[in-house]
């Protein structure tokens, strides 16, 4: 959905119920956003019990945030993919990947190619906005050791479906919950548009 619709609420309540419920790992991996989000999260965990001070936690946190340079935050969803592989490959274990937001990866790695000087392509994102989707989509996979299970936001752009990111992000989901402005105005939360939601 588009800004304000509630994507990292909605992305908190399932940290909290799935990520308790599962029991096994999981991995928050928030991609330029803001550092209070990241902090809020953190405290709301340790409230809910889903991270352990006490004990032994099975949450990795990864942040790279908004202020940081394009390089970084291209790099932060590839970390949280790599700690869940780590968990799945080497643990053995099922995991949960949580990313919010998927669309600052995409906006990072526009923002590198133009500092590399690439010319831009649809609506001035980088020519490889396709490859650079698929070589991190892809790895979300299941192998004979466990499973990596991911649960995306995903920022829609002046609310247009169409948008070359977003639609490029919903061609490798299995599912998409698409939250609505209009319902939201409406004061109906979660936002969810079963018309528009696959």
């Given at each position: 959905g588009g800004a304000g619709v509630g994507k990292t609420v909605l992305i908190q309540e399932l940290i909290n119920n799935v990520a308790k419920a599962h029991?096994?790992?999981?991995?928050?991996?928030?991609?330029?956003?803001?550092t209070?989000?990241?902090?809020?999260?953190?405290?709301?965990m340790?409230?809910?019990g889903v991270i352990n001070l006490e004990g032994e936690s099975k949450v990795a946190l990864v942040f790279g945030q908004m202020n940081e340079p394009p390089g970084a935050r291209a790099r932060v969803a590839l970390t949280g993919l790599t700690i869940a592989e780590y968990f799945r490959d080497e643990e053995g274990q099922d995991v949960l990947l949580f990313i919010d937001n998927i669309f600052r990866f995409t906006q990072a790695g526009s923002?590198?190619?133009a500092l590399l000087g690439r010319?831009?392509?649809a609506v001035g994102y980088q020519p490889t906005l396709a490859t650079d989707m698929g070589v991190m989509q892809e790895r979300i996979t299941t192998t004979k050791?466990?499973?990596?299970?991911?649960?995306?936001?995903v920022y829609v752009p002046a609310d247009d479906l169409t948008d070359p990111a977003p639609a490029t992000t919903f061609a490798h989901l299995?599912?998409?919950?698409?939250?609505?402005?209009g319902i939201a105005e409406l004061g109906i939360y979660p936002a969810v548009d079963p018309l528009d939601s696959k």
């Open positions: 029991g096994g790992y999981s991995v928050f991996t928030g991609v330029g956003e803001r209070r989000e990241g902090n809020d999260l953190y405290h709301e340790i409230e809910t923002e590198t190619s010319i831009p392509s050791k466990g499973s990596i299970t991911s649960v995306q936001a299995d599912a998409t919950t698409v939250l609505s402005r």
